[in-house]
């Protein structure tokens, strides 16, 4: 009973270095979801994928790249790290109706992104 | 605009002693779905409580309930015998029909022993 699995769970880059972010989900969801939480913000949506091979813009999509790899991975790519997007990222998945997963986010255990 | 409000950013409860923390969104849809997740030290975000807009009734969940006030777009969190494990950041949010969930800013609970 994995859940959703994100990697790494701590990262330091430097400004300019790239990285990827990996989530996956075992619960068959359609729904893949990649969130921010900064103090004070809560959580602000980046990225969401309803279903294998389509992407869509959050609130804060600036910075980031997503692939829907297939219906079990969804990752985020920082193309050219920046100290603002130091921040602790979350991935998250939702079933589709009418499971009981269906209306409920899934989170990951999150990872702590550093950029110096 | 979607927005969740959380006008307490920081609560203290004594162990065993009832807490309520606050939340208010705005919506103009009618069908919608409210949480309220709990994030312990160790980051996890955990569900703690649904509710559906369409059902009247309150959610409860052991020592965990909501008063949800459709009408005043109301949705607050009641913990009762609080313990020491309930000690969190407690987020409200809500989902309309779509993809998007909608996050509040978070209120930090101490659980003072």
């Known amino acids: 009973n994995a859940g959703v699995t994100q990697t790494p769970k701590f990262q330091v880059l430097k400004t300019g270095q790239s990285m990827t972010l990996q989530c996956a989900q075992d619960m068959n969801h359609n729904s893949m979801y990649w969130y921010r939480q900064d103090p004070g913000m809560g959580l602000r949506l980046i990225y969401y994928?309803?279903?294998?091979?389509?992407?869509d813009k959050g609130e804060v999509p600036n910075g980031y790249n997503v692939s829907r790899l297939n219906k079990r991975e969804f990752s985020l790519r920082l193309e050219s790290a920046a100290p603002s997007q130091t921040s602790v990222y979350f991935c998250?998945?939702?079933?589709?109706?009418?499971?009981?997963?269906?209306?409920?986010?899934?989170f990951g255990a999150g990872s702590r992104l550093t950029v110096l | 605009a979607q927005t969740v409000t959380q006008s307490q950013p920081e609560m203290s409860v004594q162990e065993a002693e009832t807490v309520t923390l606050s939340c208010t969104y705005d919506t103009s849809e009618s069908d919608y779905y409210l949480f309220w997740y709990k994030q312990p030290p160790s980051r996890q975000m955990i569900l703690v409580i649904r509710?559906?807009?369409?059902?009247?009734q309150n959610a409860t969940e052991n020592r965990f309930s909501v008063n949800f006030q459709k009408a005043a777009k109301s949705f607050s969190l009641k913990i009762s015998d609080s313990q020491l494990g309930d000690a969190a950041m407690y987020f409200c949010a809500y989902r309309v029909t779509g993809n998007q969930f909608y996050f509040g800013t978070g209120t930090s609970l101490t659980v003072i022993p």
């Open positions: 998250a998945s939702r079933g589709a109706p009418p499971g009981p997963g269906a209306n409920v986010l899934t």
């Open positions: 994928s309803a279903s294998e091979g389509t992407t």
């Open positions: 509710q559906e807009a369409y059902k009247q």
